[in-house]
């Protein structure tokens, strides 16, 4: 039971960050905001969305909401490898859900297929550093839920105001943002070169948090 409502949480979570994103950007859009407004509103949305899903599942699943995240916990074996694959299935089909439900509150086609291409090194670069400083977040403050429930927040935010990226260090979101037609899309021919960039980025995140902070350690400063 308690696997359960863990997979469930994760689902939900991911689904909330997601509406938070897409949703933002269809009432941008809607509003006729300029590209900074924009982008600024919508990385306010994201963290508001990431930090009360946070709060909520943190007790629950641990809040990972994230492939990235449940991979590195699977190398930490904080998690056993049958959890690790259930919470990816979850974390996907709540980010297309949510995306889905987005859609749909701002009256868009439900099932969208996003033409925003994002090629380039730079977009690479860009998201295994975004990728990498949030897996180092979670693990400096392994057992400050606190903590991690505002900078993790605080860090995506900052990072899509300056990341080339717009920081999606998520993929599964990644994979949700596939369907919609909303700025905040994602073309399917650029979802395997995100997706890369964030799993590398994850495990320079880890490798980072083992030489300079220890994860199996405590760190409340």
Do not use: C
Not at 103 to 123: C, K, T, W
Not at 176 to 197: K, N
């Amino acid at each position: 039971m308690k696997q359960q409502r863990a997979v469930i949480m994760e689902f939900l979570g991911t689904a909330i960050l997601a509406v938070g994103i897409v949703g933002s950007g269809h009432m941008l859009t809607s509003l006729g905001a300029d590209n900074g407004l924009e982008l600024f509103v919508n990385a306010l949305a994201t963290a508001i969305a990431l930090a009360i899903a946070i709060r909520i599942g943190m007790k629950i699943s641990g809040s990972y909401f994230n492939p990235a995240v449940s991979l590195v916990m699977l190398l930490l074996k904080k998690i056993k490898f049958k959890i690790f694959l259930l919470y990816v299935v979850a974390q996907t089909l709540g980010a297309i859900s949510g995306t889905i439900l987005a859609n749909f509150m701002f009256n868009q086609q439900v099932l969208a297929q996003s033409e925003i291409s994002r090629d380039g090194s730079n977009l690479f670069l860009s998201e295994i550093f975004a990728t990498m400083v949030l897996l180092w977040i979670i693990l400096r403050f392994p057992k400050r839920d606190d903590l991690v429930a505002i900078y993790v927040p605080l860090w995506i935010f900052g990072a899509i105001l300056f990341t080339s990226s717009t920081s999606f260090a998520n993929p599964a979101i990644t994979v949700g943002r596939v369907f919609t037609s909303s700025i905040v899309g994602i073309a399917p021919a650029s979802v395997l070169l995100f997706i890369i960039a964030q799993l590398l980025g994850g495990l320079l995140g880890l490798l980072v948090a083992k030489q300079i902070t220890n994860p199996d350690k405590t760190n409340d400063e």
